[in-house]
């Protein structure tokens, strides 16, 4: 069976034509070409017609489109390869005036190729006929003794090794240029090989660039998604403090009418009449001259813990977290005193401390808290100390009732 295509033994590429085979030699500077029975695919895209020449392109194919279909026409584009000269074009045949036929001016004269005597005289010596030295000179190119024995050899069982070849006479076809000696194929390949290496670099800066694109582009939409999220997040806090406020609002109001109703209430029980708004205040400094009469009450220790307690968290009602942080301190370093009581470490404070400062220290009424508890300043100042003999446990009680009175009332200090 005649050979429907051209392999190449280095890589083993399937290739169609002797051009195809020619470019391939020139790009890879491979020369060991055979005749092969193998077809070479011709798979077609039913969506865009682009023809496929192998199942791995038909397969990059569809993972870049996505298309999925092909029709096989192999079988329709295969035709036999011919290593030797092109076809011959039949003459057309015009009929005469006469009726009778003949070539006419379309029929070509063919002629046997110039080849290069003095190899031709070689082979000759050695025994080969004119015609078929002539045939192996031609088809391999004059290139050498060597080349043409070679092509001799491999060709000597062919049925028509022993005609002259024949060439269009009009195509002023000469001799056929010698191959390329080593050092040109050595250039050639070079070139080659500097050509593809410099469109691979062109390639690979233009995908940089593509994908610095892409990465400048997603990065764009990662700020403004972040910018979106902190408006989301800053737009919740502010309704959430809204809501904070109108609900410590209504806790006040709530309050307020709370009072209102049990001073009503205390009112009606004494059988007295109700409270005049507007006769409220004439009364007052009736009540504070009954009152100044009377003798004052000094505040106990535990009432005054409450107040200095009342006043930290108004004087920092703007942040409650702050405020929480401070009375859980407290609530520590006196409970360390209650379990701990003969630990000097637990009785003694710097000062200076930050994170004292920062949790109490810098807060109006936390160290007057402590003093009240019976911590005392030593050492100019610098440290707070409580005297072993002076720990108070009814005190240290008191103090941490208050505390977590504080911590867990959500109306202390609002009044």
Known sequence: ???????????????????????????????????????????????????????????????????????????????????????????????????????????????????????LEELEGMGFPKARATRALHYSGNASLEAAVNWVVEHENDPDVDEFPKVPANSKVGPPKPALTPEEVKMKAQELKE?????????????????????????????????????????????????????????REKIRQKVEEDKAERRRKLGLPAEDPAAAKPSVPVVEEKKSSLPIRPATKTEQMRECLRSLKQAHKEDDAKVKRAFQTLLTYLGNVAKNPDEEKFRKIRLTNQTFQDRVGSLRGGIEFMELCGFEKMEGGEFLFLPRDKIDPAIINSAGTELNSAINNPFFGVL
């Not at 990059?60 to 079988?75: A, C, I, Q, S, Y």
């Not at 390639?203 to 998604?225: N, P, S, T, V, Y």
């Open 195 to 251: 050509r593809a290496r410099k469109k691979k670099e062109e390639e690979e800066k233009r995908m940089e660039r593509e994908r610095e694109k892409e990465r400048i582009r997603i990065g764009k939409e990662l700020l403004e998604a972040k910018r979106m999220e902190e408006d989301n997040e800053r737009k919740r806090i502010i309704l959430l403090r809204k809501a904070e406020k109108e609900e410590e609002r209504r806790a």
């Open 1 to 119: 069976m005649a050979g429907v295509s051209l392999k190449c033994g280095d890589c083993g590429a399937l290739l169609k034509s002797v051009e195809e085979a020619q470019e391939h030699a020139e790009l890879t500077s491979h020369s060991n070409f055979a005749e092969s029975t193998e077809a070479v695919l011709n798979l077609v895209c039913t969506a865009c017609s682009k023809p496929c020449r192998s199942k791995t392109e038909s397969d990059l194919h569809t993972k870049r489109t996505g298309h999925t279909e092909f029709v096989d026409k192999t079988t329709e584009t295969v035709k036999p390869i011919s290593l030797e000269a092109a076809p011959k074009q039949p003459a057309m045949e015009i009929d005469n005036a006469d009726g009778s036929s003949g070539s006419g001016d379309a029929a070509e004269e063919m002629v046997v190729p110039e080849v290069d005597q003095k190899i």
